[in-house]
């Protein structure tokens, strides 16, 4: 089995400074070791497979936003004083040695099917999970917690303009 974690590092751009990343994640207890397929062993740390279910949730038409509004709040300012993107933000994973579960939360665009949306997100992290780590997804719970409106970010927006307090 090829070392999947070095793999998906390596593609990724926003991983930059993996050596330091593993290093905090062995330093928190974070991190799973995958079945043995040879000389050594690969881990995979629930950070990882978080990232990955981020992503694959992203990726689906009809997703607005992953995690509530204090949630996004909250990882905005961590990343703006980290420089860290938020790719795992409203996404709780638990890994074991073979198996993992998701809890993700996120907004739908408005007159998106929410049956269709979520399925659709759910077989995704399923299929990128499993292909990127090997892991076996047991579960992949949703929480639709809002729709979005383009039409009421217009109108705030003109509202903002139209409240100007200065010319």
């Avoid at 860290?84 to 998701?102: H, I, L, N, P, S």
Wanted: aromatic share 4%; glycine share 12%; charged share 25%.
């Amino acid at each position: 089995m090829r070392d999947v974690l070095s793999e998906f590092m390596g593609k990724k751009d926003s991983m930059k400074g993996g050596e330091n990343f593993m290093a905090e994640a062995r330093a928190e207890g974070e991190m799973q070791e995958l079945k043995q397929q040879g000389p050594g062993k690969t881990i995979v740390a629930d950070t990882v497979v978080a990232k990955i279910a981020g992503m694959a949730a992203r990726e689906v038409r009809g997703v607005h936003a992953l995690g509530g509004p204090t949630e996004r709040a909250i990882s905005g300012a961590i990343s703006r004083i980290t420089g860290a993107g938020a790719k795992g933000t409203g996404v709780d994973v638990q890994v074991g040695q073979e198996e993992a579960a998701v809890d993700l939360s996120l907004m739908i665009d408005y007159g998106q099917s929410i049956p269709d949306v979520t399925n659709d997100v759910r077989q995704n992290i399923i299929n990128q999970v499993q292909s990127m780590t090997g892991l076996r997804v047991k579960e992949v719970n949703i929480t639709v917690y809002d729709l979005y409106f383009p039409q009421e970010e217009q109108q705030q927006q003109q509202q903002g303009e139209s409240e100007s307090r200065v010319a």
